[in-house]
């Protein structure tokens, strides 16, 4: 795949949400499949920086995205750097890492951050780490190696959107009703 590829051009996401998740090189279809519903409930724009370790037809990341999987907003990058490339300009990359120097919970996050979250395998090599404008660690019980990553993506990304008043206001159907 070249360079960065726009994909669903037209999802069903409010343009006023800047924020973005970044997924490198995930390697875990479901997770990804879970990362991207969990993009479009909430109303952020994704950016996949490629090589995956599945296929994009896989029906594994089908199943765990369903039919969300229309409604992101989603940006397919070939490389790390062609996502530097597509992404100059925009606002922080804030890495998620359980290397980090920062609890998530402390830090001021802002509506236009993107949140990276590294590869189930083996997080981000270090010229990703040293790129990021921050990177934070969700602090877990002594002795635990790691969280799932899209619970961790989960975590912090209800942490930013909420400080940033940016969480979606409308309830579910079936709690509305
Ligand atoms: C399974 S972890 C990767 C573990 C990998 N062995 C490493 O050393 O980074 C996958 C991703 O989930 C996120 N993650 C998991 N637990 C985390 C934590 N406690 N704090 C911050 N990020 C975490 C990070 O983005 C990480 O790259």
Do not use: K
Not at 36 to 52: Q, S
Not at 57 to 79: K, Q
Request: charged letters at 20%; glycine letters at 8%.
């Amino acid at each position: 795949m070249p360079g960065s590829v726009p994909c669903n051009p037209t999802p069903n996401r409010p343009v006023f949400f800047p924020m973005r998740l970044a997924l490198f090189e995930p390697d875990i279809p479901q997770n990804t499949g879970a990362m991207l519903r969990l993009a479009a409930c909430l109303g952020v724009g994704v950016d996949l920086i490629e090589p995956c370790g599945f296929v994009w037809s896989d029906r594994r990341l089908r199943r765990a995205g369903m039919d969300y999987l229309a409604g992101v907003e989603l940006a397919r990058h070939a490389s790390w750097p062609a996502y530097r490339e597509a992404q100059a300009g925009r606002g922080r990359l804030v890495l998620l890492t359980t290397a980090g120097d920062t609890p998530y919970a402390d830090f001021a996050f802002r509506a236009d951050d993107t949140l990276m979250v590294g590869r189930e395998s083996a997080g981000v090599p270090a010229a990703v780490h040293a790129a990021a404008d921050a990177r934070l660690v969700i602090p877990m019980v002594a002795g635990r190696r790691s969280l799932n990553v899209a619970l961790a993506a989960a975590i912090v990304l209800g942490e930013a959107l909420r400080q940033t008043g940016r969480l979606p206001q409308t309830l579910p159907l079936s709690a509305a009703s």
